[in-house]
């Protein structure tokens, strides 16, 4: 198993940047699909942005399309953590923000909630107008 903990949410301002980190223990993150997912109130969770390690030179992102160009999901494997970088935000995306893991061979899609096994607490990001 794996214990996920974000952390670096808060409220900023829209045009602002931040940083959401995902710290895994219990299992090393390259072995795992680790994705971010928003929720904002009264909307259903969302899918932002998923990662995985192919080897040492490739590493395989994909991002929801209101994520692309702005945000940039990471990871460090070294420090068992997965980042994502969120810039120029908008009020929009104001949501509690979870990381979420799997194994590989688990996902097909890499965008359904429902295709995660490991999930963490969420970390609050509100951006104001």
């Known amino acids: 198993q794996v214990q996920l903990v974000e952390s670096g949410g808060g409220l900023v301002q829209a045009g602002d940047s931040l940083r959401l980190s995902c710290a895994a223990s219990?299992?090393?993150?390259?072995?795992?699909?680790v994705g971010w997912f928003r929720q904002a109130p009264g909307k259903e969770r969302e899918f932002v942005a998923y990662v995985y390690w192919v080897n040492w030179r490739v590493t395989n992102t994909y991002y929801t399309d209101s994520a692309k160009g702005r945000f940039t999901i990471s990871r460090d494997n070294a420090k068992n953590t997965v980042y994502l970088q969120m810039n120029s935000l908008k009020p929009e995306d104001t949501a509690v923000y979870y990381c979420?893991?799997?194994?590989?061979?688990?996902?097909?899609?890499?965008?359904?909630?429902?295709?995660?096994?490991?999930w963490g607490q969420g970390t609050q990001v509100t951006v104001s107008s």
């Open positions: 979420a893991g799997a194994l590989r061979e688990r996902v097909r899609t890499g965008v359904s909630d429902r295709e995660y096994d490991y």
């Open positions: 219990g299992r090393t993150v390259s072995s795992y699909v």
